[in-house]
């Protein structure tokens, strides 16, 4: 038989791009957190323990995590605040935020929102599709199951609530939890969310203007200026304040530049115990920095603020910083001299709406 000439063989297939254990494709400065390592047999049986304890807790499908959460809520907190196991994630997010129950309440109606309902934010979602997490092997095919379930996700949701519709942050939300369930399972978790099941509700991040950004910021500049007053006399003297360097961690909960395995642990928390988890970290984060922040001009600090050292980003680190910094009273109390000088945030939403209406 006549051997092909080399340039008729057939084409060598493509090697696959590698991807970390949560699916982000491999760059050789990644992280270490990122790359394959290999875990010793202690590793394995206390990841193994951890998971059967959690089985337990949560019960087949989640019948017995109410039960086991009235009996036992500081075992329940420990043990979130650990890292919940990622094989059990999806179910155990939707069981903490309340979004099993609305999705058991409301079937056929996250179809009815997909296939028959049009969306006037349709070409903004399109346009950004391919901007959230576009290292993940799950979303970077064009036009593929990942961008089609999240430009479902999306659609769904600024049909819903077509006062908040779409605004480019909630792409990296819904995205993150795509990665976790079902597109029907994370729309639910989504209006979850914004509508308030268990914690107070989030829509107002998103509305025109991001009204609710705007008081988050202001709290936690006051609260940076209490906590941390070296760091927050250097930022008067440099004119930073935190919607040039925050304003991510709240639309995004931290999933849109920072680490995954970061974000994820944040995310554990945030959905049991609400937005004060995001305050905790970004003090943690800068008061972990405090003395190279001090040192910095503006320029500097700028970039600093928006690409943070890699041991800074340490859960095991961070994370036990953040839960022993006690923000909630002295953020109720923002809110209420925020609220005194700009309204309820229930006014400042009608206005917003009556603006554009």
Known sequence: MERKRLDEQEPLPVPLPKADRFGFVKHETNSPDGLAKSKSAAEYEREERQIRKWRKMIGVGGSDWKHYVRRKPH????????????????????LISGSRDLLLMNPGVYEQLVIYETSASELDIIRDISRTFPSHVFFQQRHGPGQRSLYNVLKAYSVYDRDVGYVQGMGFVAGLLLLYMSEEDAFWLLVALLKGAVHAPMEGMYLVGLP?????????????????????????????????????????????????????????????????????????????????????????????????????????????MAYSIKVSKRLEELKDEYEKQHGKLSERVKQRLLQTS
């Open 75 to 94: 075992v329940v907190k420990r043990r979130i605040r650990k890292g919940i196991p990622d094989c059990l994630r999806g179910l155990v997010w939707q």
């Open 212 to 320: 609710l950004v705007q008081q988050y910021l202001f709290q936690l500049d006051q609260l940076v200026k209490e906590h941390l007053p070296k760091l927050g006399e250097h930022f008067a003297q440099e004119m930073i304040n935190p919607s040039m360097y925050a304003s991510q961690w709240f639309i995004t909960v931290f999933s849109y530049s920072f680490p995954f395995h970061l974000a994820l642990r944040i995310w554990d928390v945030f959905l049991s115990e609400g937005i004060k988890i995001v305050f905790k970290v970004g003090l943690a984060l800068l008061k972990y920095c405090l003395d190279d922040l001090v040192k910095l001009p503006f320029e500097k600090l700028i970039h600093a603020l928006r690409n943070f050292p890699e041991d800074a980003m340490n859960p095991d680190i961070l994370l036990p």
